[in-house]
């Protein structure tokens, strides 16, 4: 069983867990993910290992709650254990070289996007880290950017806090500014990692996203994490989930992304129902 | 001596009526009673030369088994199959019997062969029904081994290495052991009760499985091996699915057949209130003629889908599945569109499928394999209409563990270079069987490469000691 050490919340729908893998920890690198399913006949459900400590055997999962999974995970206490725990599982992100990076965090993308942040900045690196959310009630881990970035631009949509704008903005500023980037790596929604794609295009630089289609086992043995990657078919959980951003055919991917849209909603409601009842 | 039964046909399997059984996810054959298990097995003629056993991938003394279930020592007969088999309650189920042990038997030539399989599923049942002795763990011999994958060559190679005394851990990389028995092969086909069962003998005699353990990835074969185990055994499959490189197999609705198996018996979503989303398709076009491909048929019907078509670029003659499923599958009002081959599948506005653009196919000359080639018949296009597609066309190994493990080599389809039959791998201590070294293959055979390696393993580590 994997225990939850410690819980927290971060934002109205975005909780934090530490969990006790002791293997998992000794393993794990930045860009990788593990499936969990929150308890016996739950779904499987991938979230990126946002940190890890590999003395402690812990591992920090940071999730948004959107649905079922999520919510039945949000269920559970400190103290309590989640049933499975599979992991470390996908591509490390690739870093070695890398001597100045943009680094872009959307939403609760950035959770994901700051692992690769810390690893940098612990290189050598130099980072820019730019994250938005949509208002001041949903930012994340500010201070944790803060500390492993040698510059942070944070931006909302609203302007409630930071700048008002969205990270396109920002970047497309700092690379007018001069800055010289050997990368850029993007991870938020998926409409978001497209205009920043997009956006890198017209400057030339190389753009890593990390993508999160819908997954069930992690090992490659399904497909139903395909996705099309300069005319490729990929599996994103063995392959990726981090891919050249210049080449993923990300209308498909949106697409793909809505398939149990209907079957969710319902679920969603469900858990809903259910958690009223509990808290009644 | 019991009176010999000369009926020239077999026994028939109570089944479910097919417009019930295709509503439903309990198994389809109901089995035989004692009555009809003992009537049977007094058709076999015991033959000297043991036609039947020489087609039986692991040699089970077939004529000694019935021969005991003709004199109703049930248990008597689980004892000869326990000696070749280790899943027999798998096997008297899933086996191609006709073209093994059944294809030979005598009784075949003019009328029915005995149904052994039948039978070997009759005996494994009884045995799991009246047996009280609970399973004994052996002492240990302080040796340990690890096994990547619980499918039934891990299985087997861990059953029969326990039973020897050695310490035995199974790494699974899923959340529930079985392998293909569990995540691949239907609910209706193979109970999962049963496969449950073997697993907790496997753990009764002291196998230790590990789900949710990716090697590879988690630990790699070298950090098996400096944990102290003097062997590792690869039994990870053949799971990677192929897709057919024709546009729009990334619309939405188009399934591998592993996805689709996968959320229906691994994840449940064929029972209401799971958590597993699947798509309920009125119209589904399978595309393949394996076991898979019947499998995931079934399945769609069974999930309410009015029409479910095996589109099949082959003939009916040459469909690789088992008879029986086919059979079955046709009773249940499976449409059959063999001679066609897919060439492209098309989307709505939003991404759905909205149909399947097909091309006729004909049979030209034969090719390497022997089977006749299809080729298309020009100008023979047309569009079937269907909102799911699920391509059931193969699987090849998972590249995972030889790309982590050094010295372990793979031939031009990925799968795992043995030295002989034994399964010793081209690494050193590293041991591997089923469908990770012959590709997509059966479950008699992953069994019997387990049970090969089991003793090539004891043999392998009782050398170096
Ligand atoms: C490799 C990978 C890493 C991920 N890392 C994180 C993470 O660190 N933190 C985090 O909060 N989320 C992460 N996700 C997304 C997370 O897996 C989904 O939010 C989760 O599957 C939703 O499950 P649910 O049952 O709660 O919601 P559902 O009811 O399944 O979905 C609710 C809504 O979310 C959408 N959705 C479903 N699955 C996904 C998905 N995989 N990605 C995006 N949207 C989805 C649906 O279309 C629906 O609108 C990651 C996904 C992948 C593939
Ligand atoms: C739908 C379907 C129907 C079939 N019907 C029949 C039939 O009727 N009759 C018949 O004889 N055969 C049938 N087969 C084929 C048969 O099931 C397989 O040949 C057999 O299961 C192979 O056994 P195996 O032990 O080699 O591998 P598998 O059963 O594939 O088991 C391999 C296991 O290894 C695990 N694994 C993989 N990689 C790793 C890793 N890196 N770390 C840890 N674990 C790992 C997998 O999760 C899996 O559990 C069918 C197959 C399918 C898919
Ligand atoms: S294991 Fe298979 S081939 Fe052998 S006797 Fe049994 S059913 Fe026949
Ligand atoms: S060939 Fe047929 S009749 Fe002869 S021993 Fe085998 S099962 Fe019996
Ligand atoms: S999640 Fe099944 S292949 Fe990637």
């Known amino acids: 069983m994997y225990k939850i050490v410690k819980k927290e919340s971060l934002n109205p729908t975005v909780s934090k867990m530490v969990i006790e893998a002791p293997l998992i920890a000794k393993k794990a690198e930045p860009g990788q993910f593990i499936i969990f399913r929150a308890k016996e006949d739950s779904e499987r459900v991938p979230l990126t290992i946002s940190d890890f400590d590999r003395e402690a055997g812990t591992v920090t999962i940071i999730y948004q709650i959107v649905g079922g999974a999520t919510m039945e995970l949000d269920t559970l206490k400190e103290g309590e254990s989640l049933h499975d725990f599979v992991g470390p599982l996908g591509v490390p992100t690739h870093t070695e070289g890398l001597k100045k990076v943009a680094v872009i965090g959307g939403g609760v993308g950035s959770a994901i996007a700051y692992p690769v942040t810390k690893k940098l900045h612990k290189m050598g690196a130099e980072v820019h880290a730019i994250v938005g959310f949509r208002n001041k009630d949903l930012v994340i881990l500010e201070d944790e950017f803060k500390n492993a970035s040698d510059k942070f631009v944070m931006m909302t949509d609203d302007g409630s806090y930071g700048e008002k704008g969205l990270v396109t903005d920002a970047l497309e500023k700092l690379i007018n500014e001069g800055n010289d980037y050997d990368e850029v790596i993007a991870i938020g929604p998926l409409i978001m990692m497209k205009f920043v794609c997009l956006t890198t295009k017209k400057y030339d630089i190389k753009t890593v996203v990390s993508m999160n289609p819908i997954m069930i086992d992690g090992t490659g043995m399904c497909g139903g994490c395909r996705l099309t990657v300069g005319g490729e078919t990929k599996f994103a959980c063995v392959d990726g989930p981090d891919f050249d951003g210049h080449l993923v055919d990300f209308d498909e991917a949106m697409h793909r992304g809505t398939m149990y849209k209907d079957f969710e909603t319902k679920a969603r409601e469900a858990s809903c129902n259910l958690l009223k009842g509990a808290n009644a | ?465």
């Open chain 2, 1 to 465: 001596m019991a009176e010999r039964n000369m009926s020239m046909e077999k026994c028939p399997m109570p089944v479910q009526d097919p417009d019930v059984r295709n509503k439903n996810f309990d198994e389809v054959a109901l089995g035989y009673t004692y009555e009809m298990a003992v009537n049977e097995a007094r058709r076999c003629l015991n033959c000297k030369n043991k036609p039947c056993t020489s087609a039986c991938p692991v040699q089970i003394d077939i004529p000694a088994f019935i021969e005991r279930v003709a004199n109703e020592d049930i248990e008597g007969a689980y004892e000869v199959l326990s000696k070749q088999t280790s899943l027999p309650a798998v096997c008297g189920r899933v086996c191609p019997q006709e073209n093994q042990c059944e294809g030979k038997c005598v009784r075949g030539i003019k009328g029915e062969a005995v149904g052994i399989g039948r039978l070997e599923r009759f005996v494994a049942d009884y045995h799991r029904e009246h047996c009280t002795e609970a399973p004994v763990k052996p002492e240990s011999n302080g040796h340990k081994v690890a096994v990547i994958g619980a499918g039934p060559s891990g299985l087997t190679v861990a059953g029969d290495l326990a039973k020897m005394g050695y310490e035995v851990t199974i790494y699974e990389a899923l959340h529930l052991a079985g392998g293909v028995l569990v995540y691949g092969i239907p609910e209706f086909r193979l109970p999962k009760s049963i496969v449950q069962k073997e697993i907790d003998n496997l753990k009764a005699i002291g196998v230790d499985v590990q789900t949710n353990m990716v090697i590879g990835r988690i630990l790699t074969i070298d950090e098996l091996f400096e944990m102290g185990n003097e062997a590792v055994f690869v039994g990870s499959g053949a799971g990677l699915p192929r897709f057919m490189n024709i546009p729009g197999e990334s619309l939405k609705g188009v399934y591998s057949a592993n996805e689709f198996l996968t959320r229906i018996n691994l994840m449940k979503a064929y029972k209401e209130d799971s958590k597993t989303p699947i798509q309920h398709a009125k119209k589904v076009a399978v595309v393949g003629g394996g076991n898979v491909a019947m499998d995931a048929a079934r399945s769609a019907k069974r999930l309410g889908a009015e029409e479910v078509y095996i589109v099949y670029r082959r003939g009916m003659e040459e469909l690789p599945a088992r008879k029986e499923e086919v059979e079955h599958a046709e009773e249940e009002g499976i449409i059959f569109k063999t001679l066609n081959n897919p060439l492209e599948i098309l989307g709505d506005e939003d991404g759905m499928v909205c149909g399947m653009k097909c091309i006729e196919m004909e049979l030209g000359e034969p090719d390497e394999s022997g089977r006749r080639r299809p080729v298309a018949k020009e100008g023979s296009e047309f569009v079937l209409d269907v909102d799911s597609v699920i391509m059931a066309i193969g699987t090849s190994p998972n590249p995972l563990i030889r790309s982590t493990t050094p010295g372990l080599e793979t031939n031009n389809r990925g799968c795992l270079i043995t030295k002989d039959e034994n399964g010793q791998t081209t690494r050193e201590g590293v041991y591997a069987g089923g469908d990770a070294v012959t590709g997509a293959a059966t479950v008699i055979l992953a069994m019997g490469a387990g049970k090969a390696a089991a003793k090539s393993i004891d043999e392998y580590i009782k050398s170096k000691n």
